[in-house]
């Protein structure tokens, strides 16, 4: 099983990459919100992309989404254009279209709109999901989970990641734009883990957000952990993904996660030639047999 995961679009998402899409040939899209500034383009191809190659997307929107629109009015608009592609709180099953590429995995969707930061809701996400809670936000991504196949290797799905993976800035889910830097993962998320692991291993954790690039040329953050309890962490947010290499090449990234029938084998940022041809790769985690989960651990958070 081959999920390919689509870090943070800010709008660079068009024709280009579904015609990638179809000779790369994924099992599964994964994106993970701030499609754009709450346009109706890129909800529209991930659409299509579905009706076209019948490849599952599943996807959970970011901050950007509401397109600065406090009354929530874009955020409604954009959760009604993704439809079933959008999973916020939800379980999605994404099983391979070829049986012998696997039974598939279990998704379940966090908190849409996330800014990061702990726990916050703008008034947009108000407006559209209520006055919700922290502890109501981490009992329905809990509760999803819950209804996930247990024979069926589970991934979380987030625009932010969770709290409690390191304070630095250049941390995976580290603030950096501004002074000090501090640990800007959302707590719900973190706590939905907690539970989540209290009842069965949860292999993968996929989000955005914090882009790779660091502010002020500091570099690159982190773009993966793998905690005590073999969870692995992944930040997809390279931004842009749309981009031109040294030698005037174009390029577009895309994550890259495969399982095998022992759960998640590699996990990998991948740049991409419009010809399909594999230009760059970063091998970020490969399962050896001291990677595989022994224990299900509470993350400290
Ligand atoms: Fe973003």
């Not at 994106?31 to 383009?41: E, I, M, N, Q």
């Not at 501004?178 to 996929?206: E, F, N, T, Y």
Request: charged share 20%.
């Amino acid at each position: 099983m081959q999920l390919a995961i689509a870090g943070d679009l800010h709008g660079q998402w068009d024709q280009s990459d579904h015609a990638l899409l179809e000779l790369l040939a994924p099992d599964a899209l994964l994106v993970v919100g701030d499609l754009s500034d709450g346009t109706p383009r890129i909800p529209a191809l991930l659409r299509q992309l579905v009706q076209e190659q019948q490849l599952p997307v599943a996807c959970v929107l970011g901050n950007h989404d509401s397109g600065k629109d406090a009354s929530g009015h874009i955020l409604t608009r954009q959760l009604a254009a993704l439809g079933p592609l959008h999973i916020g709180w939800q379980l999605r099953e994404l099983h391979p279209a070829d049986p012998a590429c696997g039974p598939g995995v279990t998704v379940v969707g966090a908190r849409p709109g996330t800014a990061g930061g702990g726990f916050h809701l703008s008034k947009a996400c108000t407006a559209v999901f209520g006055p919700l809670t922290l502890d109501q936000s981490v009992d329905r991504i809990v509760a999803a989970a819950a209804g996930a196949d247990p024979a069926l290797p589970l991934v979380l799905l987030a625009h932010s990641g969770p709290r409690g993976l390191g304070s630095d800035a250049c941390d995976i889910c580290g603030r950096d734009w501004k002074q000090p830097s501090c640990d800007w993962g959302d707590q719900d998320l973190a706590q939905a883990i907690d539970h989540i692991r209290r009842r069965r291993p949860l292999a993968l954790v996929v989000f955005g957000h914090m882009h790779h690039r660091l502010r002020r040329g500091a570099g690159e953050r982190r773009t993966l952990v793998v905690d005590r309890g073999g969870t692995v962490y992944l930040n997809a947010a390279c931004v842009p993904r749309h981009l031109v290499d040294d030698a005037g090449l174009a390029l577009r990234h895309f994550s890259w996660a495969a399982f095998d029938g022992q759960g998640l084998h590699s996990v990998a940022h991948r740049w991409y030639g419009l010809d399909g041809r594999l230009h760059y790769q970063e091998l970020l985690f490969e399962r050896t047999p001291s990677t595989l989960p022994v224990a299900v651990e509470p993350l400290s958070c």
